[in-house]
């Protein structure tokens, strides 16, 4: 049970068929397939082998694709890098993971230039253009790789931990394989898809889901660099796109896109790496008449949960369990609660990682008794369904009693004046913490009482914000989560 072994039949069976179509270029799976191996027989020449780090620090293109492949056909780790990252965020990335080489552009060089006295493991900086033409390397390139195990790693992706530096969880073949063999039944994903492909190659959602996927598959990509709303409208119209995968910043901004596209091609919109707002999820049906697929999971697990094709999609769950993944709810003392209660969810199944790279601590810390602590909130209802309410760093405990801020959000986000909104907890010398409501509005103009008294009128009056500041714009990550750390550090400093 290998990747490169799978991806090797795909290509076999589809040699002539388009794999990814890029700016213009278009690549077959012989192509992609030949080209992956050049590369890894480059990779052997600069006497990088199974087991070292390679990093990946590039903007999306034909050309990272290959070298990712290429790098798994070596038996190599690959490191995914944000191009947006700098020289500290660099640092700690390739120092931890001990990158032996690393995969990037002229633009990006000089940030690796700046710091690689710092990283003795670092040998090999290899210039992504120097790649571009791989014929002199299929000349030499032989059909032949590492012998791959299933429980071999394939990746260390770093999460965006809010305290502390991030960590690297380290993915097997095992964990992937299995993952994206249970979402190609429940998605009905097939070799006639034509996904548009515009999330970010440094993400597990980006490289291993929609990517990896896709390629597994045997189903056409269409690559861009970046997503844009009225390009994401036009191209599922031209194209004949049948698949996308996004996060909910992208449904929203193509909810409230002008474009009127001729969108009958489409048969699954998939949402992920954040929360879908039932008003979103309304909105975008109202506004398109397709209800979008949410699905959860997280960088040491890849996919968990998953609503389904065929059932109802039920606005604020994330569906099912996947095959192969056990879920249990825990109370703080990770004793099991009891049917609907909410606690944190434990998952255990193939997917889940083994453990963060070279962190023993933080591994243990991320384990109880086989299961997985996710740090997620949520509950699961009578008929299966997983609903998650929020992080577990993110509930609010007010005067003694557990408020969960998904439940706030979504009424104060039910008001037409509001946009978006946020939820957290402050510090308050009588009741621990008070909530906040950290609020973006629409056009039309609100005030903190009118919040209030909407909230009083829905909620329980202990869920009631005491209080609420208005932003222009909410601090959000790469993949559209919002910055609840960066709020609550704002209120303080305030």
């Keep these: 049970m290998d990747i490169d072994s799978n991806l090797t039949q795909t290509m ?3 040699p002539h068929q388009v794999a990814i179509e890029f700016e213009g270029r278009q690549i077959t799976f012989n192509e992609l397939h030949k080209s992956r191996n050049s590369f890894a027989c480059f990779l052997r020449s600069k006497q990088i082998i199974k087991g070292d780090r ?8 034909i050309s990272l694709v290959i070298s990712f492949l290429g790098i798994l056909r070596n038996g190599s780790i690959v490191i995914p890098v944000n191009p947006q990252f700098r020289e500290h965020e660099l640092l700690h990335m390739l120092s931890d993971s001990g990158a032996k080489a690393v995969v990037t552009d002229s633009e990006h060089a000089a940030f690796i230039d700046a710091i690689k006295s710092q990283l003795p493991c670092l040998k090999e900086i290899i210039l992504i253009e120097e790649l571009k033409d791989m014929d002199a390397w299929h000349q030499v390139a032989q059909e032949s790789r590492e012998k791959l195990e299933a429980d071999d790693r394939v990746a260390i992706f770093y999460t965006s931990g809010t305290t502390g530096k991030p960590k690297g969880a380290a993915l097997s073949h095992r964990n992937i394989i299995t993952n994206l063999d249970a979402l190609e039944k429940i998605w009905e994903w097939t070799e006639r898809d034509v996904l548009l492909h515009t999330l970010p190659l440094y993400h597990v959602h980006g490289l291993l889901i929609a990517l990896l996927g896709s390629l597994l598959v045997g189903n056409k990509i269409i690559l861009r ?5 009225a390009d994401a409208l036009y191209t599922i119209s031209e194209k004949h796109i049948t698949l996308f995968m996004g ?3 992208m449904y929203f901004r193509m909810a409230e896109c002008g474009i009127v596209s001729d969108l009958s091609s489409m048969r699954l919109f998939i949402s992920g790496s954040a929360p879908l707002t039932k008003d979103l999820f309304q909105r ?3 506004r398109f008449g397709f209800e979008i697929l949410e699905r959860a999971g997280m960088t040491e697990t890849l996919m968990n949960f998953s609503n389904t094709i065929n059932g109802n999609r039920i606005p604020g ?9 056990e879920v249990k709810i825990l109370d703080d003392e990770l004793q099991e609660c009891s049917p609907g209660e909410s606690g944190e969810i434990a998952v255990r199944g193939p997917n889940v990682f083994s453990g963060y790279w070279q962190n023993a601590e933080a591994t243990a810390r991320s384990f109880y008794d086989g299961w997985f602590l996710t ?5 699961v209802d009578d008929e299966g369904r997983v609903f998650i309410h929020s992080r577990k760093k993110d509930v609010i405990k007010s005067g003694g009693i557990l408020i ?3 439940e706030v959000e979504e009424v104060i986000e039910s008001m037409p004046q509001v946009k978006e909104c946020a939820v957290i907890g402050i510090p308050d010398d009588e009741f621990g913490e008070v909530i906040k409501a950290c609020v973006v509005l629409n056009d039309e103009a609100t005030s903190p009482e009118q919040i209030m008294n909407h909230c009083k009128k829905h909620l329980a009056s202990y869920k009631k914000p005491r209080q609420v500041e208005f932003f222009p714009v909410l601090p959000k990550n790469h993949m559209g989560k919002i910055l609840k750390e960066e709020l609550r550090r704002q209120s303080v400093i305030s």
Excluded: M, N, Y
């Design 284 to 286: 975008f049906r109202q």
């Design 404 to 406: 969960f801020p998904h």
């Design 12 to 14: 076999r069976e589809h």
């Design 247 to 249: 996060v909910p910043t």
């Design 375 to 379: 740090g997620d909130i949520g509950k």
């Design 54 to 61: 390679v990093a990946l620090f590039t903007p999306s293109s």
């Design 225 to 229: 660099k970046k997503f844009e709303a």
């Design 317 to 325: 769950s994330v569906g099912f369990p996947l095959p192969g993944v």
